[in-house]
């Protein structure tokens, strides 16, 4: 397992990353109310995950 791969499954863990079923539809939504609780909402559709993360202030 590479260095990344460890960094995934950790954040996975963690509940910080969350394997992504969704539709882009769904996917549109989720990062309008990320956006509006003021998180950073991230995707990474080549790894199936999703991250949302506070904004620093």
Known sequence: MTEHQ???AK????GTAYK???QKEELDNLKKESEQRKEIFV????L?????KKKKH
């Open 6 to 8: 460890e960094m995934v």
């Open 11 to 14: 954040m996975l863990k963690d």
């Open 20 to 22: 992504c079923f969704l």
């Open 43 to 46: 995707y990474l559709k080549h």
């Open 48 to 52: 199936g995950i999703y991250l949302l």
